[in-house]
């Protein structure tokens, strides 16, 4: 039931509760409007107000002073309705919200605390101090190897000193016994090709030995190992190379086990160690150029494809085709190592009437026949 008091007959707790609310309904539409329109909440227009009541017409001067205005009706409020409505309520005005920027959470801050920082700078000193340790170690391993090989190599040249001079004092006593020790023969051909000789046309030792060839260290061994008497030549074998015949440069000569200076004299010489004729490995027939018979004088122009043919003393002849050509230094040995396939090398001094080098024939076996 509205109540039909007017406002000022109402008490001022009534008048309390009225004007909260009042201000609940109102805030509950507005955030109703907001949550249906965004953020611009336009609010329902306000009704107008009913049109005022024609004044009363003035009464006329004479009855002013008798004549009373009659009273203004009473401002009425009902207090039972759920929101409270005075007379002189107009209506809501529009209302507009400025867009509500949204805050931002406050960025946190970097921890610039001692503890943090004191983390960081023990975990770089402890960095450090591995590094500097590793370092320490580095420097001690390598000063203790580099003693290691000083050491090492301390011995191995005070070892080549008594080798040096054990050499040397067997020399001396060489040198001193007038017939040679067997036990001080060696092998020439380790050191120096051979066939080497002084060239004819030096005085007083032309076409004899060359010993400047060979080390200075086994020159006086040398020297009496070719002055010794020579024993008889080795028996030839069944498989002991005999002839050889190269048709391009009309050579045909008798084969001699053999190719130390006594051997070359005869002709040309079998290298003891190398293989026979058809065998695999390499045979090595050496003989002079401009000494003695001359008869490898023109080996030189011997060409890629020319036949060498080798007999051996069965009877059996071999034939070989040469494959390539070198002049090389006297002691370039390599030229006497094994081969794997049966092979001829022939050898003499170079250039002729100077033979300072050796020109080499390497040639092939082609074929065999009787």
């Known amino acids: 039931m509205r109540d039909k008091r007017p406002v000022d007959e109402l008490s001022i707790e009534e008048l309390e509760r009225i004007l909260a609310i009042r201000k609940r309904e109102a805030r509950r539409k507005r955030l109703q ?22 004044p009363a017409p003035l009464p006329q001067q004479h009855e002013a002073a008798t004549t009373v205005p009659p009273p203004e009706p009473p401002v009425t409020y009902d207090l039972t309705d ?12 529009e209302i507009v919200l ?3 920027r949204r805050q931002e959470p406050p960025a946190a801050e970097p921890v610039s605390g001692g503890e943090p920082r004191s983390r960081v700078r023990s975990a770089w000193d402890k960095l450090l101090l591995a590094i500097e340790v590793v370092g320490v170690v580095g420097i001690v391993a390598i000063l203790v190897y580099g003693g290691y090989l000083i050491a090492t190599e301390n011995k191995k ?6 080798e040096s001079a054990r050499i040397q004092q067997d020399a001396a006593a060489l040198r001193a016994t007038s017939t040679p020790r067997p036990d001080l023969t060696i092998d020439l051909a380790n050191y120096v090709l051979p066939g080497g000789h002084y060239s004819p046309a030096e005085p007083g030792r032309g076409g004899e030995f060359n010993l400047d060839e060979l080390p200075a260290s086994i020159r006086p061994v040398a020297a009496t190992q070719l002055t010794a008497p020579r024993a008889a030549l080795p028996t030839p074998q069944p498989t002991s190379p005999t002839r050889i015949v190269i048709p391009a440069i009309d050579v045909d000569a008798a084969i001699y086990g053999g190719d130390d200076w006594y051997a070359l004299q005869k002709g040309v010489g079998h290298y003891l160690n190398s293989a026979n004729p058809g065998e695999n490995g390499n045979m090595v027939l050496t003989a002079h150029n401009d000494v003695y018979g001359e008869i490898f004088r023109y080996l030189e122009d011997l060409e890629v494809g020319d036949e060498v043919r080798v007999q051996a003393d069965s009877g059996k002849w071999y034939t070989y085709r040469v494959r390539e050509t070198h002049i090389v230094e006297p002691s370039e040995t390599w030229v006497l190592s094994h081969q794997n396939q049966p092979t001829v090398t022939l050898i003499t001094c170079h250039p002729y009437r100077v033979d300072t080098h050796r ?3 390497f040639a092939d076996m082609v074929g065999e026949s009787f």
């Open 33 to 54: 409007r907001y949550d249906n329109r965004g953020r611009r909440l336009p609010t329902p227009l306000a009704e107008e107000p009913p049109p005022a009541p024609a």
């Open 82 to 93: 759920e929101v409270p409505r005075f007379e002189d309520d107009d209506g809501d005005d």
């Open 98 to 100: 400025a867009p509500r």
């Open 157 to 162: 040249i005070d070892a080549l000193d008594q």
């Open 359 to 361: 020109y080499v024939v």
